[in-house]
């Protein structure tokens, strides 16, 4: 069994490139649609999948997920990936710092909404 994360947000073209900036993940699986936005396009770290995207249409549903990256005690990562998705970043509820329990990293909501929490462990 695998645990597949999905998102469905506006503007998939850029959130690729931007995804792959703050994580180095590579483009995986995709098909675009007729307008060429991804209908789903799955970004790979690692040869693990960690996330879909797929281009929202006119329904509005909003985003009820929040992303866990965990970088294994990686914190030059960590603070990669803080640096990229906090660019026009829409809400950051935890600075990067180090949090009660040891771990070093932030949580934050990106500039297409997706709600991220990133650490080293």
Same mark, same amino acid.
């Given at each position: 069994m695998k645990a597949g994360l999905q998102? !469905?947000?506006?503007? *998939?073209? #850029?959130? &690729? #490139?931007? !995804?792959?900036?703050a994580f180095g993940a590579e483009l995986g699986y995709n098909v675009k649609n007729d307008d060429n936005t991804y /209908?789903?396009?799955?970004?790979? &770290? @690692?040869?693990?999948?960690? /996330?879909?995207i797929s281009e929202q249409d006119s329904k509005d549903f909003g985003n009820t997920m929040?992303?866990? &990256?965990?970088? @294994?005690?990686?914190k030059d990562a960590v603070t990669k990936?803080?640096?990229?998705?906090?660019? @026009? !970043?829409?809400?950051? !509820? *935890? #600075?990067? @710092?180090t949090f009660f329990w040891g771990s070093y990293g932030a949580d934050l909501v990106d500039k297409f909404g997706v709600r991220w929490y990133i650490a080293d462990k």
């Open positions: 998102a !469905y947000i506006k503007g *998939t073209i #850029e959130a &690729v #490139e931007f !995804y792959h900036r /209908l789903h396009a799955e970004l790979v &770290v @690692d040869g693990v999948t960690l /996330l879909a929040q992303f866990c &990256v965990t970088f @294994d005690g990686d990936a803080y640096n990229v998705l906090k660019e @026009d !970043y829409k809400a950051i !509820y *935890t #600075e990067l @710092d």
